[in-house]
């Protein structure tokens, strides 16, 4: 199984990009479903989480202009991300952990400029 992600590209700040992730087959008993960003010079972080029964969790820099969304039945999530700055800028990964294993998406690259 393979997670696709799509939706990443270049804005100017204060704009808003929205983040798809698609699984390629049905995964079972996802427990967690996330997003993470590799922002130049520092390691990667989980921006925004999503668990099972649908509680969210989101990094304090983004708390409030993202919103991380999931489609059980497409085995889809996506990110909507409002008022982006330069920091923001990054390659966005998508993630969901099931009871046997940990998937990754290839990464979108997510470029604010001022």
């Known amino acids: 199984v393979q997670l696709q992600a799509s939706g990443g590209g270049s804005v100017q700040a204060g704009e808003s990009l929205r983040l798809s992730c698609t699984a390629s087959?049905?995964?079972?008993?996802?427990?967690?479903r996330a997003w993470y960003r590799h922002t130049p010079g520092a390691q990667r972080e989980m921006v925004a989480s999503i668990r099972g029964g649908g509680t969210t969790y989101y990094a304090d820099s983004v708390e409030g202009r993202f919103r991380i969304s999931r489609d059980i039945r497409k085995d889809q999530i996506f990110l909507q991300m409002d008022s982006l700055n330069v920091d923001d800028t990054g390659t966005y990964y998508c993630?969901?952990?099931?009871?046997?294993?940990?998937?990754w998406g290839e990464g979108t690259q997510v470029t604010v400029s001022s």
């Open positions: 087959a049905k995964i079972s008993g996802v427990q967690v």
């Open positions: 993630f969901m952990k099931s009871p046997w294993r940990d998937y």
